[in-house]
């Protein structure tokens, strides 16, 4: 079956760095997205990576492992608006998107 | 952990024509489910809220005629795209919120539906 997995809650503290882990099991492999959702609110869109390696976007990197099945997304210089639910993505050969649980990320100041 | 189907997963339709997508809740009951639209790389964007056994709140700028939404059991909402015209293509995606066990803000997105209008 396809499977996502990322930690169910996090918590960190303000101004340090903070890594959301996200593993995969899917059929195949169209690339994988990060969002960011605050409560009640639509989720925001982070990242999309398809190559392996780091994409930097300012505070947020993501970086991809497609042989490993493996994705994290890096936070640095937390702020306490970045307290959300960070979700993983990943779109199949089918152009199906395969969604993780969501990890929540407190931030104390 | 939850389950959401959408159906069909990918449609092609003439302009003009109408199409359906359904969106399921497979192992909890969702009285509310959400209608996203995403374009690619870009955030979701939410089109409209469904509420079981009352009207659907369309968010602004989203005509309701076009976008007819019914929540007609706990576990289905369905989004009609009427008239499609191929600025209508698009990747439509839901989602359900599980109020079971506690878990209040949990949205559980479905695997997203391609429209594609000729």
Same mark, same amino acid.
């Not at chain 2, 997508?21 to 009951?29: N, T, V, W």
């Given at each position: 079956g396809q499977n996502i997995d990322q930690p169910t809650e996090m918590t960190a503290t303000e101004g340090a760095i903070v890594q959301i882990n996200c593993t995969y099991q899917?059929?195949?492999?169209?690339?994988?997205?990060?969002?960011?959702?605050? &409560?009640? @609110?639509?989720?925001?869109?982070?990242s999309y990576n398809v190559l392996d390696g780091l994409e930097e976007k300012g505070r947020f990197s993501s970086f991809l492992s497609r042989s490993k099945g493996y994705s994290y997304l890096l936070l640095k210089e937390l702020q306490m608006k970045d307290s959300a639910s960070y979700l993983c993505a990943v779109m199949d050969s089918n152009y199906q998107l395969i969604w993780g649980a969501g990890t929540k990320l407190i931030i104390k100041p | 952990?939850?389950?959401?189907?959408?159906?069909?997963? *990918?449609?092609?339709?003439?302009?003009?024509?109408?199409?359906?997508? @359904?969106? *399921?809740?497979?192992?909890?009951?969702?009285?509310?489910?959400?209608?996203?639209?995403?374009?690619?790389?870009?955030?979701?964007?939410?089109? &409209?809220t469904s509420n079981e056994g009352s009207k659907a709140t369309y968010e602004q700028g989203v005509e309701k005629d076009k976008f007819l939404i019914n929540h007609a059991s706990l576990t289905l909402s369905t989004l009609t795209v009427?008239? &499609?015209?191929? @600025?209508?293509?698009?990747?439509?995606?839901?989602? &359900? *919120?599980?109020?079971?066990?506690?878990?209040?803000?949990t949205q559980y997105f479905g695997p997203g539906t391609r429209l594609t209008v000729l």
């Open positions: 899917t059929s195949g492999f169209n690339g994988l997205f990060w969002y960011q959702q605050h &409560a009640g @609110e639509a989720p925001t869109f982070l | 952990g939850a389950v959401v189907s959408q159906h069909p997963s *990918r449609v092609i339709c003439k302009s003009g024509t109408s199409v359906k997508i @359904e969106c *399921r809740s497979l192992d909890f009951q969702a009285t509310t489910m959400f209608w996203y639209r995403q374009f690619p790389k870009q955030s979701l964007m939410l089109m &409209a009427t008239s &499609a015209h191929p @600025e209508d293509s698009s990747f439509y995606i839901c989602s &359900a *919120r599980d109020l079971s066990g506690g878990h209040t803000d």
